[in-house]
C-alpha cells in the first residue's frame, strides 16, 4: 500500500485526489487505485483542512508538513498560489520523497530551477503539472503533429482555454498553466520564442516554434475550449473534454511510484514554466521573448 501526504488544502484538487484515491467509485462500487491511500494531510486554513480531510476520509491531519515525513511514501502539493510550491516541496524533495507538484509547477524560473535540481541530486522522483496536458483531446493532437494524420505537416494552430491576469492566486499563473501545458505538450516543449499582449484583461501569445506557429488564448471566463489546428491538407477542429482529467493525472503519479520511474522529462516542467514567464513579460514589455 503507497501512503499519499497532501500538502495543501484550499485547492479543489485536494478534495478531488483524495476522493479519487480513498473512496469507491460511485458506478462499480470499487477502489480505482486499491494499492493506494491518501493517509494524511497538512493545510494552512484549518477549517478547509478539516473538511478536506472528512470529505476524502482522511485519517491524520498533520499540524506541521513535516509530520508527514514519516507517515507517508509520497507527497502532492497541491497550493492554489504557485509561489508556495517551491516553500512546501523541497524539504520532501531533498529528503527522496517522490513528489508531485500541481499546476502551476511553480511562478517562478528559479524555484523550478531549484527543485528540478534537488530532485536530481537526490535521486527523487518528480512530477506534476497540469493533469489537462494527459486528456485523450490533448494526446489525439500530439498524435496529428508528430503523425500528420489526415491534415498532413501543421502549418499553425490556435487554442483557447480561461485565465485571468487579475486574482489572489498569482494572476495568469493560475490558471493559465493549464493552456501552456496542454499546448506544450502537444507541439513541444522546445520553442524558439513567445510574443504576447493584453487586451481588457485578454491575453493573446504567440508561441513561435521552428516549423509553425501556435496562438494561445487566455480568455477570462470562457466555458468552451477548442484547438483548432491547420495543416497543409486540412484543418482540424477539437472540443477539449477534461472528463477524466484528475484520474489521468494520478494515473501517471501511481505510474511512476510502482514503477520507479518518472512520466516525463523534468526539463518538461520547467519548459512551461519558462513559456508562461515569457508570455508574462512579452505582454508586459511588448517585446518577443526568444527562448
Not at 130 to 149: H, P, Q, R
Request: charged share 25%; hydrophobic share 40%.
Amino acid at each position: 500500500m503507497y501512503k499519499i501526504g497532501i500538502i495543501g488544502s484550499d485547492n479543489s484538487h485536494a478534495d478531488a485526489f483524495a476522493k479519487l484515491v480513498n473512496l469507491p467509485d460511485s458506478k462499480t462500487g470499487e477502489y480505482l487505485f486499491p494499492d493506494f491511500k491518501v493517509a494524511g494531510i497538512f493545510g494552512v486554513e484549518k477549517e478547509r483542512t478539516e473538511e478536506v480531510a472528512q470529505n476524502g476520509k482522511i485519517e491524520f491531519i498533520a499540524e506541521k508538513p513535516e509530520e508527514l515525513m514519516e507517515r507517508v511514501d509520497a507527497v502532492m502539493v497541491v497550493f492554489r498560489h504557485g509561489d508556495l510550491h517551491a516553500e512546501y516541496a523541497l524539504p520532501f524533495i531533498e529528503a527522496s520523497v517522490p513528489t508531485w507538484i500541481d499546476k502551476p509547477f511553480t511562478i517562478k524560473n528559479e524555484d523550478a530551477r531549484k527543485l528540478i535540481q534537488a530532485a536530481k541530486k537526490n535521486n527523487t522522483l518528480l512530477t506534476g503539472g497540469s493533469t489537462l496536458k494527459y486528456i485523450n483531446d490533448v494526446l489525439m493532437l500530439k498524435n496529428a503533429v508528430e503523425n500528420g494524420s489526415r491534415i498532413g505537416k501543421v502549418k499553425s494552430a490556435v487554442l483557447n482555454f480561461p485565465a485571468t491576469i487579475n486574482n489572489e492566486y498569482g494572476g495568469i499563473y493560475f490558471y493559465g498553466a493549464h493552456l501552456v501545458d496542454m499546448t506544450m505538450e502537444a507541439f513541444g516543449y522546445n520553442p524558439v520564442s513567445v510574443t504576447a499582449s493584453e487586451k481588457d484583461e485578454n491575453v493573446v501569445a504567440v508561441v513561435k516554434y521552428d516549423n509553425y506557429q501556435v496562438v494561445m488564448n487566455f480568455i477570462p471566463g470562457s466555458k468552451e475550449y477548442f484547438a483548432v489546428v491547420y495543416g497543409e491538407k486540412g484543418t482540424l477542429i477539437r472540443e477539449f473534454d477534461l472528463a477524466g482529467c484528475y484520474i489521468k493525472g494520478f494515473d501517471k503519479f501511481a505510474e511512476m511510484l510502482r514503477t520507479g520511474k518518472i512520466p516525463e522529462p523534468m526539463d518538461n516542467l520547467y519548459a512551461s514554466v519558462k513559456v508562461l514567464n515569457a508570455v508574462v513579460k512579452s505582454y508586459e514589455t511588448k517585446k518577443e521573448i526568444i527562448l
